[in-house]
């Protein structure tokens, strides 16, 4: 088991949430920090969406075995009662889960601090930056970032040592996976501490050798979801004619634009601003990054705002 037991989640957005709630299921004592007071009210909707999606699968489990999520559980062989008590659990994630916007209440204690911030290299800079003057000296960092190598930030956290990466996929208490990613200068203390962290949270620790832009699940995603924005920029197809030619295609239960909506559409943006050329307008990145942006100022955002590409009941 780990020696962790206090994490505290930087960011509230689709994944910060997600790991939030994964880990107060699992167990842990779980804090997530936010820029703002506004925030944390944009926070808390996300966190009751997750009590409901959890208290809804787990009940569709007892009668639907395809219910069952690995996140859940470990084994697909549960009685009801032990649905129920699974049920009860998630229930004492959601309202055992502190919202903050202290650094010093977030970093007290912080056995882990996972963070899920914008991936914008300036706000992750002056996050550490702030965060090192707060935490103990025990605390390890990680970083969710989807794209970005921890070797950049390193320094910045004040423990490069204790730096590392740690990704997941969306819908973490369905698709499973944990990308463990260290830089050169990590630990093996604390890479296999994040590592351990990773499988008590009910996760498949899927651990790189080297750094990688992208880890190994958005090394093969990012491309996928670019080669589809390029389609609908250059007008070839709308976007429900892309997803219904991949899933036709590919037997695929999701298309690109139906993933894009569960990343999230800020998420997105940001990834494609990574690109030099989305600055030109007269780009084809420079069109992808004004298209998910017209979305986003409509603050159609994706699945939690309950607008994207699509439409979804909230």
């Not at 977030?106 to 963070?115: F, K, P, Q, S, Y």
């Not at 880890?215 to 924005?229: C, D, G, H, K, R």
């Amino acid at each position: 088991m780990s020696t962790i037991k206090n994490v505290t989640i930087a960011g509230g957005g689709v994944l910060g949430s997600q790991i939030a709630f994964q880990a107060a299921y699992s167990g842990f004592n779980v804090k997530i920090w936010l820029r703002s007071a506004a925030s944390i009210e944009r926070a808390r909707p996300k966190i009751d969406r997750l009590l409901d999606i959890y208290l809804k699968t787990l009940e569709a489990w007892k009668t639907n075995p395809a219910a069952y999520a690995r996140g859940f559980a470990d084994s697909k062989d549960l009685s009801a009662a032990e649905i129920d008590e699974l049920k009860a659990r998630a229930q004492a994630a959601h309202d055992s889960i502190v919202l903050t916007d202290s650094y010093e209440e977030a970093a007290r204690d912080a056995d882990l601090v996972i963070e899920a911030i914008a991936e914008d290299p300036e706000q992750k800079i002056a996050f550490y930056t702030e965060l090192a003057k707060h935490l103990p000296e025990k605390t390890i960092i990680a970083t969710n970032s989807s794209t970005m190598l921890p070797s950049t930030f390193a320094e910045h956290t004040g423990r490069p040592e204790k730096y590392l990466a740690l990704h997941f996929a969306n819908e973490i208490w369905r698709n499973n996976t944990a990308e463990v990613m260290g830089h050169d200068g990590t630990s093996k203390e604390a890479y296999d501490a994040v590592a351990q962290f990773a499988a008590d949270i009910h996760m498949v620790p899927l651990l790189l050798h080297k750094e990688q832009p992208g880890y190994i699940l958005n090394t093969m995603l990012v491309p996928f979801l670019n080669a589809a924005e390029v389609l609908y920029a250059k007008g070839v197809a709308d976007p429900e004619t892309i997803d219904k030619t991949w899933q036709l295609g590919t037997g695929a239960p999701a298309g690109p634009f139906r993933i894009l909506d569960v990343i999230g559409l800020t998420t997105a943006y940001n990834v494609v601003m990574l690109d030099p050329q989305a600055k030109d307008p007269e780009t084809i990145q420079g069109k992808i990054a004004a298209l998910l942006k017209e979305k986003i100022d409509a603050g159609k955002t994706g699945v939690n705002a309950g607008e994207g590409f699509y439409k979804y009941t909230k």
